[in-house]
């Protein structure tokens, strides 16, 4: 009798752990996982957001940033160094800033991957830098036309930066770079499950 009430008492008790109040609601345990796995998906758009817009006051003018070439060509090697250089000076400042945020985060980061960051936006250099053109590019969006032919106005700036992932990784092999370096600056956009891809990636979004 007892065994059969204790079995019945079992039936009717909740796991006190199953739910929770908040503000007088009942939530479920793991309400809490689901609000934390929302707010950050909220805030990395946000961070984003905060970031594209720093790089925006930055690329005004190219009197407005100094990138730290010397530093940079410390960490490259042959053609690298001169497409480093023919680059505009707003889009070598920031992959000095995404190399060494990866540094930070990754002290023993693979020197091959470090390079990739310096150099991981140098098909953008096909085009000439406009900011107005690269602001519009992100309040108009529309299709992304193909790679070819170059394209002229907003949409060649769309196209650029849909494409400019491979068209630096066709810059790169073309002046004799190691294919891991290719690969890694033509996955920056879409890492996979590539470790340093990812890792080029997060750096990329954070700065």
Known sequence: MRAAAGARGTRGVRDPRAHRRHRGRSIPADGGARATAGTLARVKPLAWTWNAGVRAVRGIHPRFVRPDDAWAERHLVGGERELYRSMDPRERDHGVRVARTLVRRTPDADPTLVRAALLHDVGKSVRRYAVYERILV??????????????????????????????????????????????????????????????????????
């Open 138 to 207: 992100h309040l108009l969006p529309g299709p992304v036309p193909p790679p070819d032919p170059p394209r002229r106005g907003v949409v060649g700036a769309r196209q650029v930066a849909a494409h400019h992932p491979a068209y630096g990784a066709a810059m790169l092999r073309a002046a004799g770079a190691p294919e891991r370096l290719v690969d890694l600056v033509a996955r920056h956009h879409a890492p996979g499950a590539d470790p340093g891809a990812r890792a080029l990636h997060d750096a990329d979004r954070r700065t």
